[in-house]
């Protein structure tokens, strides 16, 4: 069964940037369509981006469009999440989550196959 494991979280001044990552092992991610998403303290889950299983489709919140970017190497697999201009806002412990089965669209919904999280902290 594939596993995956987000890092690259930490904490950054307000503006600056972050680059996650969610590995996988146990099994090939390549056919997976993937997701990030974050939970802050006191509030819902939320989705952040979803990319296809081949890159070529993704989707974003309305919240990081234009500062966030999905992207994915299925040769290392591992999906990334390329976070620019930072705000408070964005602090939350961010998951990565995968789909084998709607694997021709991006990921937008939560799933089983799902990491333990890294926190990302943004100081204002």
């Known amino acids: 069964q594939v596993q995956l494991v987000e890092s690259g979280g930490g904490l950054v001044q307000a503006g600056g940037s972050l680059a996650l990552s969610c590995a996988a092992s146990g099994g090939s991610f390549s056919s997976y369509s993937v997701g990030w998403f974050r939970q802050a303290p006191g509030k819902e889950r939320e989705f952040v981006a979803g990319?296809?299983?081949?890159?070529?489709?993704?989707f974003y919140a309305s919240s990081v469009k234009g500062r966030f970017t999905i992207s994915r190497d299925n040769a290392k697999n591992t999906v990334y999440l390329q976070m620019n201009n930072l705000k408070a806002e964005d602090t939350a412990v961010y998951y990565c989550?995968?789909?084998?089965?709607?694997?021709?669209?991006?990921?937008?919904?939560?799933?089983?196959?799902r990491g333990q999280g890294t926190q990302v902290t943004v100081s204002s």
């Open positions: 990319i296809d299983w081949s890159g070529g489709s993704t």
């Open positions: 989550a995968g789909d084998p089965l709607r694997r021709n669209r991006p990921l937008v919904g939560w799933t089983n196959y």
